[in-house]
């Protein structure tokens, strides 16, 4: 059983598009998110929901948009893309807000614009 | 600004080596603390963390990591590696509302 999943697993498109990344959790947890990992590894955190309710949004272009059609499905919705939305985009989830909760990650989706 | 700092960026080592990969971050307070490991191709795993108590926190596969208050440090360590601990191992600190903040991450390279 896949707890966090995410589709596509690649996608490739050219720059202008628009495109979504699905996310969905079979975990029960509350909360989801949203982080991007560039070429160097280097993994920020974009979005936050909790129970549907948008909790974190970090400094990401307004291109970017989030939806949580439900607590269990995290969506991601990138327009007019750029070469710098390269990267590869990574689902999350946890139970509750407790801070000693970890996060369990999706397989990542890796976006390519060219 | 609010940091967190991994020392080395890669770390190439043979067999039956033993590994500490060095942490360290800037937040004041009470902080709740992670290493996460993700193998090539692969999502990230959590190994181990600490939010409370006993400083010394072990984790899977060997691992095991040492808070260090005074020093704003969470090294993680590993006797002996194996082929199979190749991986990025990635620091993080939860900001609040499970924000994490990852370090840049170390390449460990382990040579048979």
Redesign the interface.
């Given at each position: 059983d896949t707890a966090?999943s995410q589709t596509p697993k690649y996608l490739v498109t050219q720059m202008g598009n628009d495109k979504s990344i699905k996310c969905e959790q079979n975990l029960g947890h509350d909360?989801m998110?949203w982080?991007k990992q560039d070429s160097?590894?280097?993994?920020?955190?974009m979005f936050?929901y909790?129970n549907k309710e948008l909790?974190?949004n970090e400094t990401v272009p307004n291109r970017f948009s989030p939806k949580s059609p439900d607590k269990a499905h995290l969506n991601l919705h990138i327009n007019s893309l750029e070469l710098g939305d390269s990267a590869v985009y990574?689902c999350?989830s946890?139970p509750g807000?407790g801070?000693?909760?970890?996060?369990?990650?999706?397989?990542?989706t890796r976006l390519t614009v060219l | 600004a609010q940091s967190v700092s991994q020392h080395n960026h890669h770390v190439i080592l043979s067999e039956a080596a033993s590994l500490e990969l060095g942490c360290n971050y800037s937040y004041g307070g009470t902080v709740n603390l992670f290493w996460y490991v993700q193998y090539p191709g692969q999502h990230l795993q959590l190994l181990l963390k600490y939010f409370s108590g006993d400083p010394l926190v072990k984790g899977i596969k060997g691992f095991e990591a040492e808070f260090i208050k005074s020093k704003f440090s969470f090294n993680l360590r590993k006797p002996s590696v194996q082929w199979s601990d190749t991986a990025e191992y990635f620091c993080a600190v939860n900001r609040g509302w499970g924000k994490l903040q990852f370090g840049a991450g170390t390449q460990v390279v382990v040579t048979p």
């Open positions: 966090v909360t998110y982080y160097k590894k280097f993994l920020k955190i936050s909790n909790i974190i990574f999350a946890r807000t801070s000693y909760n970890e996060q369990f990650f999706g397989p990542g | -």
